[in-house]
T-cell receptor
Framework: DAEITQSPRHKITETGRQVTLACHQT?????MFWYRQDLGHGLRLIHY???????NKGEVSDGYSVSRSNTEDLPLTLESAASSQTSVYFC????????????FGSGTQLSVL | GENVEQHPSTLSVQEGDSAVIKCTYS??????FPWYKQELGKGPQLIID?????GEKKDQRIAVTLNKTAKHFSLHITETQPEDSAVYFC????????????FGKGITLSVRP
């Protein structure tokens, strides 16, 4: 069955380190997204991509970057991890225009100490 | 920009009763309204969505109603079951390639057996 997988499920890192979270989908969706989920804030968009070589900033993109070299993967990189980036990160993909009918992964719990 | 608010923040119902979760939005240009369910330890999952040209949509025990004049929409769950216990997110978006999807902060629904 087609799916979207995130790895790792849990990650502990130190302030200042570079961290990359992986996201892989097998639906062949063009649209992929990264969200972070924090108590009291709901889901906030970090970056998104509408196709290979396309990347766009979301509402909370500072300190994060993404690259899209193929349809299946959208890795999220924290250039220099900060404690404020401790969060649960969700990757999503969508077959539709814009941001309709999102399929979410199971999330990565990231702790920055 | 769009502001989506959910209320109440928590809701507890007895198994078999109905549950209603309400959301308000601020941008009259929004015309797509999805609801996502997030079970513990999992990513959000789309359960139902509605467009602004439709006032109500049903899918088995769940339904969504939309009042464009008042800018609010509601999720209705009938004959609640313990497996309905989860966090529910509403969202609002305009449509198109550059659409922006704004999530509410989520409501925790508890169904008491």
């Amino acid at each position: 069955d087609a799916e979207i997988t995130q790895s790792p499920r849990h990650k502990i890192t130190e302030t200042g380190r570079q961290v990359t979270l992986a996201c892989h989908q097998t639906w062949n969706h063009n649209n992929m997204f990264w969200y972070r989920q924090d108590l009291g804030h709901g889901l906030r968009l970090i970056h998104y991509s509408y196709g290979v070589q396309d990347t766009n900033k979301g509402e909370v993109s500072d300190g994060y970057s993404v690259s899209r070299s193929n349809t299946e993967d959208l890795p999220l990189t924290l250039e220099s991890a900060a404690s404020s980036q401790t969060s649960v990160y969700f990757c999503a993909s969508s077959p539709a225009n814009g941001r309709e009918k999102l399929f979410f992964g199971s999330g990565t719990q990231l702790s920055v100490l | 920009g769009e502001n989506v608010e959910q209320h109440p923040s928590t809701l507890s119902v007895q198994e078999g009763d109905s549950a209603v979760i309400k959301c308000t939005y601020s941008d009259s240009a929004s015309n797509y309204f999805p609801w996502y369910k997030q079970e513990l330890g999992k990513g959000p999952q789309l359960i139902i969505d509605i467009r602004s040209n439709v006032g109500e949509k049903k899918d088995q025990r769940i339904a969504v109603t939309l009042n464009k004049t008042a800018k609010h929409f509601s999720l209705h769950i009938t004959e609640t079951q313990p497996e309905d216990s989860a966090v529910y997110f509403c969202a609002a978006s305009d449509t198109g390639a550059n659409s922006k999807l704004t999530f509410g902060k989520g409501i925790t629904l508890s169904v008491r057996p």
